[in-house]
């Protein structure tokens, strides 16, 4: 059964700051694995999306890279803003074409 | 650009009685995923179908049903319903199910059981 784990579960920086976001799992046969923002009540926002060849995806201030063969992956936000407080989730997308999503880590960005 | 459409987007229903909810797929997507999240979890997969077929179950209970239609939207059916099963139901819908195809998420039914 694939176990994905989010570390840490909850982190508060200081606007500007770059961070890193992390992201294990124990089964390295996925096809893809996903980054998703999720502000508190509201829906799955899809971040990026790093398919099972690839090793790394950028879209603007954020970097997503993966390791399979170490079973993490993680996400990178580079200098920090207020609206980037939310839960971000990894999710894995294996056979069965169902995610498997990570606890998650609430970040809080304080101006 | 056209999302996935989820209605209603909140829902308040007893326990014991019955709830609907509907997922419209984005435009020519043929395949459609229900997922659940309870109060501070993550989503868990329920069910998904690719061209109006099941293809794959996951933690789905007896008391659910789900199906999708002819013009590919679905309904999640739900009886019996318990308070645990508070929740917010996520569709989600993508183009093919051959794997490693992106899943677009909607807004999600917030289900409240009282």
């Known amino acids: 059964k694939q176990e994905v784990t989010q570390i840490p579960a909850a982190l508060s920086v200081p606007e500007g700051e770059n961070l890193v976001l992390n992201c294990s799992f124990t089964d390295s046969a996925i096809y893809n694995l996903q980054w998703f923002r999720q502000d508190p009540g509201k829906g799955l926002t899809s971040l990026l999306l790093i398919q099972s060849s690839q090793r790394e995806q950028t879209s603007g201030r954020l970097n997503a890279s993966l390791d399979k063969s170490s079973g993490r992956s993680t996400l990178y936000i580079a200098a920090s803003q207020p609206g980037d407080s939310a839960t971000y989730l990894c999710?894995?997308?294996?056979?069965?074409?169902?995610?498997?999503f990570g606890g998650g880590t609430r970040l809080m960005v304080k101006p | 650009a056209a999302g996935v459409i989820q209605s209603p987007r909140h829902l308040i229903k007893e326990k014991r009685e019955t709830a609907t909810l509907k997922c419209y797929p984005i435009p020519r997507h043929d395949t459609v995923y229900w997922y659940q999240q309870g109060p501070g979890q993550d989503p868990q997969f329920l069910i998904s179908f690719y061209e109006k077929m099941q293809s794959d179950k996951g933690s789905i209970p007896d008391r659910f049903s789900a199906q999708q239609f002819s013009d590919y939207h679905s309904e999640l059916n739900m009886s019996s319903l318990e308070l645990g099963d508070s929740a917010l139901y996520f569709c989600a819908s993508s183009l093919g199910s051959g794997g490693g195809d992106t899943q677009y998420f909607g807004p999600g039914t917030r289900l409240t059981v009282l």
């Open positions: 999710a894995l997308l294996r056979a069965g074409n169902m995610l498997t």
